[in-house]
């Protein structure tokens, strides 16, 4: 079983507040993404990693960061939330031996009001 | 532009029967394309996966069609069971793995 945690599972805010999503991983990956999903739409991917200090945009316009100083953690930022970035993130990891599979973590569910 | 279109969005299935969803793609430098399933409150995980140097592959009552010329695949979950309620996405990606784009997902409901 993958080991990828992602907090808090739930938030709910006001708009104008700064909020991190943490994710952690125990497997040692080298590749992390942070994916968006809205109900009944595609995974969007909008921040990867490739290793420590690699941080990349993804194919979604997205106003939050992300940092990767260690290779377990991948903690995403919106430095000020606004409803419309009210959406699910799911944190991910991929093995070094590129054997395709994605580990996902549980989701971060963010609503602000 | 969506990479990858998925049908249908949702899918009610009596226990025991034939599920099928399908994927369509464009881009022709896809060379990887695996489901994963996810059940409420978790993150999707790898139901099965197949490369274009196949026709089909099969694991279980899981299986992948996949038909090259037409960029098409689909999933078949034969003998569906009730456990087997979950949303589905197909994934597309290129040889290094890194970038995965995924359908729009089809919530599969198996009645029982």
């Known amino acids: 079983e993958a080991d990828i945690y992602q907090t808090p599972r739930y938030l709910v805010i006001g708009t104008g507040k700064k909020i991190t999503l943490e994710c952690s991983q125990t497997?040692?990956?080298?590749?992390m993404y942070w994916y968006q999903q809205d109900p009944g739409m595609e995974l969007h991917l909008i921040h990867y990693?490739?290793?420590?200090?690699?941080?990349e945009k993804g194919d979604l316009s997205s106003e939050s960061t992300v940092s990767r100083i260690r290779t377990e953690h991948f903690p995403l930022t919106l430095e000020s939330a606004r409803p419309s970035h009210t959406s699910q993130y799911l944190c991910a990891s991929s093995p070094p031996l590129n054997t395709g599979e994605l580990f996902f973590g549980e989701g971060s569910r963010l609503t602000v009001l | 532009q969506q990479q990858v279109k998925q049908s249908p969005q949702s899918l009610i299935v009596q226990k025991g029967g034939i599920s099928i969803i399908n994927c369509a793609y464009e881009n022709t430098a896809f060379d990887y394309f695996p489901w994963y399933q996810q059940f409420p409150g978790k993150g999707p995980a790898l139901l099965i996966a197949?490369?274009?140097?196949?026709s089909e592959k099969k694991e279980g009552r899981f299986t992948i069609s996949f038909n090259k010329s037409a960029k098409q695949f689909s999933l078949h979950i034969m003998d569906s069971q009730p456990g087997d309620s979950a949303t589905y996405f197909c994934?597309?990606?290129?040889?290094?793995?890194?970038?995965?784009?995924f359908g729009s997902g089809t919530k599969l409901n198996v009645k029982p």
């Open positions: 994934a597309a990606s290129m040889g290094n793995f890194n970038k995965f784009y």
């Open positions: 990693s490739y290793g420590v200090n690699s941080t």
């Open positions: 497997m040692g990956h080298d590749k």
């Open positions: 197949i490369r274009p140097d196949v």
